[in-house]
């Protein structure tokens, strides 16, 4: 089946660590995006990436990192300079960059730290 | 910049009564599209509808309908005769035809009891 896959659903780091999140779709997208949701808020953007090999900031991207070294990998990094990483993670992607292509969403990683 | 307001919080409705969820929006574009989002407890986000700023028909799918007013920036949902499978966050976003990303609203959590 074609979608999204994101691992693990829940993922607990002590603060100061650094914690990878992996986002894998099959879809042939050339489009993938991350995500943040926080409790009674909408999504954030935090990185966007259009194709292999570039990627962009979104509104949030301050203690995170990402690469785009295969279509279908965007892994992003959480990292010890984000102030408040407990959040939900959701990764998407789309055929192509844009708002006339419809953005597919992955199941999303919970991350706590403590 | 793009904003979407999803007023309602939250709505607490009992089997088979009809809903409707609101949503305003605010953006300089001429040209821009709109979409529903469905979030079952699972997590992961359910692509509704995309709706383009210059299509305002008004759109049935099922027990879904959608009701567009350009002249009031609205965009509405209606679920009608609604089910406990029903019960989700439903996200309203907006995005420009230029942009890479979605801004969402807050969200309204719907839940129907049986």
Known sequence: DGGITQSPKYLFRKEGQNVTLSCEQNLNHDAMYWYRQDPGQGLRLIYYSQIVNDFQKGDIAEGYSVSREKKESFPLTVTSAQKNPTAFYLCASSIGSGATYEQYFGPGTRLTVT | ?114
């Open chain 2, 1 to 114: 910049a793009q904003k979407v307001t999803q007023a309602q919080t939250e709505i607490s409705v009992v089997e088979k009564e009809d809903v409707t969820l609101d949503c305003v929006y605010e953006t300089r574009d001429t040209t821009y599209y709109l979409f529903w989002y469905k979030q079952p407890p699972s997590g992961e986000l359910v692509f509704l509808i995309r709706r383009n700023s210059f299509d305002e028909q008004n759109e049935i799918s099922g027990r879904y309908s959608w009701n567009f007013q350009k002249s009031t920036s609205s965009f509405n949902f209606t679920i009608t005769a609604s089910q406990v499978v029903d019960s989700a966050v439903y996200f309203c976003a907006l995005s420009g035809v230029n942009d890479y990303k979605l801004s969402f609203g807050a969200g309204t959590t719907v839940t129907v009891r049986a």
